[in-house]
């Protein structure tokens, strides 16, 4: 006897409603990002899951990650801030982003002050406009406390932080200084033999993604690769979590310069020479704070279709 089985037969395809997201791209050397005017709403416009599509550079507007400047949540801030990676996950805080979102604001409302607080998910950051398009930014204090960061490496210092551990990865032995600014860096200066780090020889492709999802790092990692020039002056390359090999990483700039004063390598006041261009890095010794100056602009506006997260 022949059995028929019903057929299956797929549910007919209904186009996702599709909005139009009006946004600017902007860019702090080379870190590029799609800022979203959020004000009206605390919860953002876009869903992960647009924002990766957003970011896809052949698919999409193109960009490291989404942006959202959000009506201020903290009582003394006067905006708050989101992101997206371009692979869709939430970091805590963005400082080439937040140096976009500076200007995209001031872009926005002619009233706004020209230094804001801004609330993150890594707290207060407080960006101030000075001329020529550049923004200084107080990126508060570094977290230096092995669990805080997060990382399972062994504390090397009495206070809990993570200073020139070991790490074997690709078969190589890196030293590395954990650092978070609200997110988390693995910086390395050099490798367990005593041989400095030399950053056109550094494979970013191949060994990035070993230390981004290496589980000494519960919540993965941004991972920066850094050649001294001398004291006050190095090149860094940074592998970034949730979007890569960027042309620049503001926290991860930050966390450098902290992880070569712990190391006895830097001064407190550093140049940091990024792919897309060079940052001014202070660990001010006086207030434990840092501070990041550097340029951000806008590249252009627009407007985009999203669809939603099914389609
Ligand atoms: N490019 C940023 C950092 C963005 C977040 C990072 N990818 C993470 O997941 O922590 C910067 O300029 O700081």
Redesign the pocket.
């Known amino acids: 006897m022949r059995v028929c089985r019903p057929r299956c037969t797929a549910a007919p395809a209904v186009a996702a409603p599709a909005t139009t997201l009006r946004f600017a791209k902007y860019q702090?050397l080379g870190?590029d990002f799609i800022l979203v005017d959020n004000r009206h709403s605390a919860t953002p416009l876009v869903t992960p899951s647009q924002a990766a599509k957003a970011c896809d550079r052949h698919f999409g507007v193109g960009a490291?990650?989404v942006i959202f400047a959000l009506p201020p949540q903290a009582p003394d801030s006067d905006y708050a801030m989101r992101?997206y990676?371009s692979d869709g996950?939430e970091?805590?805080?963005?400082?080439?982003?937040i140096r976009c979102l500076a200007r995209f604001v001031a872009e926005l409302d002619a009233d706004a002050p020209r230094r804001y607080r801004v609330d993150t998910l890594a707290g207060l950051i407080q960006p101030e406009l000075l001329p020529g398009g550049r923004v200084r930014v107080d990126m508060g204090e570094p977290i230096l406390e092995a669990n805080a960061i997060p990382t399972t490496l062994q504390p090397t210092t009495p206070e809990g932080a993570v200073v020139k551990q070991c790490l074997t990865v690709d078969g190589k032995e890196w030293f590395f200084t954990c650092v978070s600014?609200g997110?988390?860096h693995a910086i390395t200066f050099g490798y367990q033999d005593g041989t400095l780090i030399q950053t056109d020889s550094i494979d970013l492709q191949r060994v990035g993604p070993l230390f981004e999802h290496n589980p000494v790092f519960p919540a993965?990692t941004?991972t920066e690769f850094v050649e001294i020039l001398s004291p006050s002056h190095v090149r860094m390359l940074?592998w970034?979590?949730?979007?890569g090999i960027?042309l620049?990483?503001?926290?991860?700039a930050c966390a450098t310069v902290v992880a070569g004063v712990l190391e006895g390598r830097l001064d407190r006041s550093c140049r940091v020479d990024l792919p897309g261009g060079p940052l001014e890095i202070e660990w001010r010794q006086a207030d434990n704070r840092i501070y990041m100056t550097g340029p951000a602009e806008l590249v252009f506006e627009g407007t985009t279709s999203m669809t939603g997260d099914e389609a």
Do not use: H, L, W
Request: hydrophobic share 20%; glycine share 24%; charged share 15%.
């Open positions: 702090g870190n490291d990650g992101i990676n996950s970091p805590e805080m963005c400082g080439n982003g600014m997110n988390p993965r941004n940074v970034e979590r949730g979007a960027t620049a990483c503001g926290t991860g």
